[in-house]
């Protein structure tokens, strides 16, 4: 699969499905995270969701679709998981820690 933007795309995770593949990406000046939706069956990408924490470079899909995701250069180790339905972290976790990179 090949397919060209220009965004520099950091998480990648597949829905459990195989469908979809999500992934995050960084467009400046906003230094959050936006979710884009990428569909093989039609060859679109579109920007999915706005309102993620930070800038995400670990993705992951968990057994009910929820998004698993940390955050780059945080100051603790995080752990947060994300509705992408909802477009909305449902849960989070810090472990206080000297660790800042992903």
């Known amino acids: 699969m090949i397919k060209s933007t220009h965004l520099k795309m950091e998480g990648l995770s597949w829905n459990n499905a195989g469908t979809l593949l999500y992934a995050t990406a960084v467009i400046e ?3 959050y995270s936006s979710l884009w939706v990428y569909d093989p069956e039609t060859t679109e990408l579109r920007k999915h969701c706005d309102n993620l ?5 670990s993705l992951e899909t968990l057994p009910d679709d929820r998004l ?8 603790a180790l995080s752990f ?3 509705d992408p339905e909802q477009c909305q972290t449902v849960q989070g976790s810090l472990i206080q820690t000297p660790y800042n990179d992903i």
Do not use: L, R, T
């Open 68 to 75: 698993a995701f940390s955050i780059h250069d945080d100051q």
């Open 80 to 82: 947060h998981v994300y």
């Open 53 to 57: 924490s930070g800038e995400i470079e």
């Open 29 to 31: 000046p906003n230094p």
